[in-house]
């Protein structure tokens, strides 16, 4: 039995207040599918391949890029989620009021930018905005990794994408609404011994529909015909011989080389065709080319 008093109550109702509660909407749900999130990932890591080995080739150091994770944010939550200072590329895509968005570190793009020029990058950068020369650079950099992205999302980005502007405050860059879904993809950039965290972030609603399409559901009304054509590839192991006899343990104990095992088998009759020990047809012998062959001759039919 509980006993009420008023300290109970108003502990309770302190701990009522305390707690928040977030509205859900089942509609817009803000995780990815499994398959769905693989078919992402699988895509992001190509990027992060081809990203990395165009860095290497323009900052002339050994860099590698490597996609760390992918989730769904809204914008407001990716936003947030970023340094208050940071190189923000927007990505214009035909049709969509919403932008995509490559995101990495300034102080990390001034020192790509210092190796392209001749130097070494190995000076800390400040967190600033870019020259109009090393404007110039970054986007001739993002313009190789949006051909990158182009081809590793493939059919996943159905529209044109191009280069928009460079926002350098992540609370005042409007890529999307605040409450706009979308696909996050985080990155790690590894350029000579400079390590910076970039992200990639592409409208919900302009992968989600191309997803469903890569990654089908169906029904349980299709599984048994799904099943049978999965069952037709199966490799089974057939075996051709003679009909099955009887024969005393001490007869087999005994066997010697050049000894003769009698079988019931008539001399006249076709071999038997068996599978997993069920006999399925009958063949009679013969030759294709030098090997040798068992032709079939009748098949029987399981009526089980």
Not at 123 to 145: H, N, S
Not at 199 to 226: C, K
């Amino acid at each position: 039995m509980v006993y009420v008093t008023p300290q109970n109550t108003t502990r309770s109702l302190r701990g009522a207040a305390a707690r928040t509660v977030e509205v859900y909407d089942f509609r817009r749900p803000t995780t990815l599918a499994r398959e769905h999130s693989r078919a992402l990932e699988v895509a992001f890591e190509t990027f992060a391949r081809q990203w990395g080995t165009q860095l290497t080739a323009k900052v002339r150091v050994k860099s590698q890029v490597t996609s760390e994770q992918v989730m769904m944010q809204t914008y407001d939550e990716y936003a947030a989620s970023l340094p208050a200072t940071t190189a923000m590329v927007m990505l214009k895509l035909e049709g969509f009021d919403s932008s995509a968005v490559v995101q990495f570190p300034t102080s990390s793009a001034l020192s790509w930018v210092a190796r392209m020029l001749g130097g070494n990058g190995s000076l800390p950068a400040p967190d600033r905005k870019f020259t109009q020369l090393e404007q110039a650079l970054v986007k001739r950099l993002m313009e190789d990794a949006l051909e990158d992205l182009r081809y590793s999302l493939g059919p996943l980005l159905p529209t044109a994408v191009s280069l928009n502007s460079i926002h350098y405050n992540s609370q005042f860059a409007q890529a999307a609404a605040p409450n706009d879904l979308m696909v996050v993809s985080q990155f790690a950039i590894l350029v000579g011994e400079n390590r910076a965290t970039a992200t990639v972030a592409l409208p919900a609603e302009l992968l989600m529909p191309q997803l469903g399409a890569a990654n089908p559901t169906t029904s349980l009304e299709e599984a048994p015909g799904l099943l049978r054509r999965q069952m037709s590839s199966v490799p089974v192991d057939v075996s051709i011989g003679l009909v099955p006899s009887a024969v005393r343990p001490e007869a087999i104990l005994n066997l010697t080389v050049g000894d003769l095992v009698r079988t019931k088998h008539p001399s006249q009759r076709p071999l038997e065709v068996t599978v997993a020990g069920q006999r399925i047809a009958q063949a009679a012998l013969g030759k294709n080319g030098p090997r040798l062959a068992a032709r079939i001759t009748d098949i029987e039919e399981n009526r089980a």
